[in-house]
């Protein structure tokens, strides 16, 4: 039934559905001649404009076909099998929210100054407003890898060139581009424990991991030289979750192996290498390395925000002539829009200062949680491990249950935890009983209900 009424779609996209599902259901038969459109236009009581548009979205999409001087004819269509008695309704499943969640590595987002930002993008729009549109290349906007390059030679003390940068959206995107990169086939060695969703991704691209043991020192060098591994990922300035810093001494072992063998790599991922609280920023692998086998990785989700969605790599030269033979067709996954803005940011000095101030922030709120841990319990009961760097550190204590049982009783209370156990690929028991404290992104009055809570394991 064809009507005028509010909430219904046009007429003409009316009498274009109805014409439509008679054609699919065979009710109009293949080669039948439809009514001319003034007889149609009389029948339905419409305008003829009305059906001449139904009948040009039905020629449109291949329903009917016009003749010449003898009107509009129903096109062959091959009925699709009704497999299902009804078309189902598909809802997503909700993600369970808790009241307090110390699982993840989180940064603290509401002290990012949104002003400037905000003042920074609207300055992009008004004097770069040709730039936003665009088309940007594979490798991201020069102005920003500019300023990134500028940025490595200031802080990390690396002298690259703009050229050799790759911006990317994420972690997620970059490692999955160096497997396409690297290839597949080449065995990609990863920390254990460590961040399980760096060998998930790794292993999502089609690549095999292989998980390699620490020691006091930072990655084991026994267990390395007898695997398979030709790409080694790890954090050598504050490996997660333990908090490790690779000692200079392992860092030229771990070089030394990258250049025994042609083909072989190191992803040095320096994730959140901006918070160190005693001392600089570590140096990096990639400024002793002189055979072109690291491959630095950094983003901006821990410095500015996860949402922005912006890391990069620094390849070695012969690694970005590679890049651009088998990926100059790529376009960036950034929005031109995000990153001259972030470049703005880092070119004015916004992108330092903030991260001074929330150094001094985490520095603060850090030892916070250490007064509350003080009080919580005698130094007996409770051992901090941390190097003075990043937004997480271990907090150890005994207890007879496992750690998955203090989890589940955790959960049943709304708190969330996660334990070093967790980020291991083998049971081993020494990871047992030591809680990864993410506490960049949690409050002090949310720690002391979990710290209430552990006093109940511990006791």
Not at 424 to 435: G, I, N, R, V
Request: proline content about 5%; hydrophobic content about 35%; some cysteine.
């Amino acid at each position: 039934m064809i009507e005028k009424k509010q909430g219904l779609p046009p007429l003409y996209e009316q009498i274009y559905r109805q014409l439509k599902a008679e054609i699919v259901t065979g009710e109009r038969r293949a080669g039948e001649k439809l009514p001319s459109k003034r007889r149609m236009a009389e029948r339905l009581a419409v305008s003829l404009i009305t059906v001449e548009n139904a009948y040009a979205q039905l020629l449109a999409e291949g329903y009917i076909t016009s003749k010449e001087k003898k009107g509009y004819y129903v096109c062959t269509i091959e009925p699709v099998p009704q497999l299902l008695c009804q078309r189902p309704v598909y809802l997503a499943p909700q993600p369970v929210q808790y009241e307090i969640d110390m699982r993840t590595d989180r940064s603290d987002n509401r002290r990012f100054p949104t002003a400037q930002w905000c003042r920074l993008s609207r300055k992009v729009m008004t004097e770069q407003s040709e730039g936003i549109f665009r088309a940007g290349s594979a490798c991201g906007l020069r102005e920003l890898r500019g300023e990134i390059a500028a940025y490595l030679k200031r802080n990390r003390s690396l002298d690259v060139s703009p050229d050799c940068i790759i911006v990317g959206a994420g972690t997620e995107y970059l490692c999955d581009l160096l497997v396409k990169l690297l290839g597949s086939y080449r065995v990609y060695g990863v920390e254990n424990p460590g961040y399980r969703k760096v060998a998930a991704l790794y292993q999502s691209s089609g690549a095999r991991c292989f998980y390699l043991p620490l020691d006091d020192g930072g990655l084991a060098m026994q267990p390395l030289r007898a695997s398979p591994v030709e790409v080694l990922h790890l954090s050598p300035n504050h490996q997660y979750p333990t908090g490790l810093v690779t000692t200079a001494a392992r860092r030229f072992e771990l070089l030394s192996w990258a250049a025994e063998r042609e083909g072989r790599y190191i992803v040095e991922d320096d994730y959140d290498s901006e918070f160190r609280f005693d001392t600089r920023p570590c140096g990096t692998m990639l400024a002793e390395d002189s055979n072109e086998r690291v491959i630095y990785m950094n983003t901006f989700s821990k410095t500015i925000a996860p949402s922005l969605r912006i890391g990069y790599l620094v390849l070695p030269p012969h690694l970005m002539d590679l890049y651009l033979k088998k990926f100059d067709c790529f376009s960036c996954t950034v929005s031109n829009l995000e990153q001259l803005t972030l470049a703005e940011f880092i070119g004015s000095g916004q992108y330092e200062r903030h991260i001074s101030r929330m150094r001094k922030y985490y520095r603060q709120r850090r030892e916070q949680f250490f007064s509350l841990i003080r009080a919580a319990a005698p130094p007996q009961k409770l051992r901090i491990t941390e190097n003075d760097a990043g937004l997480h550190f271990l907090l150890s204590f005994s207890s007879p249950y496992s750690d998955k049982q203090i989890k589940e009783q955790a959960l049943s209370q709304g708190i969330a935890l996660s334990f070093l156990s967790d980020f291991s690929y083998y049971p081993d028991t020494a990871f047992a009983h030591a809680l990864v404290v993410n506490y960049g992104g949690i409050d002090a009055a949310d720690f002391q209900k979990v710290l209430s809570f552990l006093q109940t394991v511990w006791q």
